[in-house]
């Protein structure tokens, strides 16, 4: 898939995308019945230290397009496609899937973090918490706290 397929759309988790989708198409009568199976790699902001992360992809999703008297591409699961409708664009379809298949936490393996990012976020979470600790404003709350 072209790396561009992804800039044109306000996708802000997913920054490049090197993707293969295979389409497995069975058509009837009444239906189409599309299985998608997507693999490859995107390039997303890794959630603890901030860098690029390439993020493995593999997954299948199944749509079913059924023939209706108004097209209706509102669900992801299952389409409504007028008699009219001679092709069908598939793209937003990845999108998401695309997006489903994206972990919650987007991070680097343990250890291939940015290490001099980390190391500042430590440092920086370390003094946030002494300040706390030796504010003598918070000392006589608990104070207070204690006594009541
Ligand atoms: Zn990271």
Not at 33 to 43: I, S, V
Not at 61 to 70: D, G, M, P, V, Y
Not at 80 to 106: G, H, M
Request: glycine share 2%; aromatic share 8%; net charge negative.
């Amino acid at each position: 898939m072209e790396p561009s397929f992804f800039d044109d759309e306000m996708l802000d988790d997913i920054q490049e995308a090197n993707l293969k989708v295979n389409l497995a198409l069975h058509k009837n009568e009444r239906m189409l019945n599309l299985d998608f199976h997507l693999f490859g790699k995107a390039k997303c902001v890794c959630d603890r230290c901030g860098d690029d992360v390439w993020l493995d992809i593999d997954s299948n999703h199944n749509l079913i397009a059924r023939f209706a008297q108004e097209t209706n591409m509102t669900d992801d699961e299952v389409i409504f496609l007028s008699p009219a409708e001679y092709q069908l664009d598939i793209r937003q379809f990845i999108f998401e899937y695309t997006l489903l298949s994206l972990p919650v936490k987007k991070v680097h393996p343990k250890g291939e973090c940015n290490d001099q990012v980390l190391e500042y976020l430590t440092q920086k979470s370390d003094d946030e918490i002494e300040t706390t600790e030796t504010d003598p404003r918070w000392e006589a709350l608990g104070k207070l706290n204690k006594n009541a």
